[in-house]
């Protein structure tokens, strides 16, 4: 190591993105195909910035009558932020349907906040928001704004 430095936060970035790339997207995946839905988790579509694919991958949601709200917790780093920032029209699962949105990303959120806000139940509340922290390197909070019409219950 002759005087190479490694960044602490890139080096938690890249270990964070390989175990949600490789184990735990997967699993969520996994487990939503089986029909087995995990309480807050639901799944994103974005377009691909290089591809021009749909991509799909596990979020964290807070949903009002209104949008969504995520948090990218590596900022536009994170694949699917920077595919927002190319194309910000996106699909959000709620329950079994699919709505489309236009995400973008607020900078000035207070991200614990917002990720608190994410469960009604005060020990889950803090739960999620500690997980949130551990993981997360340059988080910002994004509002996906419906653009559809709602097409009934879940």
């Known amino acids: 190591m002759w005087g190479a430095t490694v ?21 969520v995946r996994a ?11 639901t799944e994103l579509e974005t377009t ?5 694919l749909a991509r799909v991958i596990p979020v964290a949601a807070s ?11 590596h900022g536009t780093r994170s694949g699917w932020g920077a595919n927002i920032t190319a194309d910000p029209e996106v699909r959000i699962r709620r329950g079994k349907q699919w709505r489309t949105g236009h995400a973008h990303f607020v900078h000035d959120d207070d991200v614990e906040a917002r990720a608190r806000s994410f469960s009604t139940n005060p020990i889950a509340s803090v739960l ?15 509002r996906i704004t419906f653009t559809d019409q709602s097409r009934g219950p879940e």
């Open 128 to 142: 999620g928001a500690a997980t949130f922290a551990a993981l997360q390197t340059t988080p910002v909070s994004v």
């Open 63 to 73: 949903f009002d009558d209104d949008g969504a709200w995520v948090i990218s917790q």
């Open 31 to 41: 487990l939503s195909r089986a029909g087995i839905d995990i309480v807050m988790l």
């Open 48 to 52: 691909g910035r290089k591809t021009g």
């Open 7 to 27: 960044d602490p936060m890139r080096r938690k970035f890249q270990l964070e993105r390989g175990v949600g790339r490789y184990i735990a997207n997967p699993a």
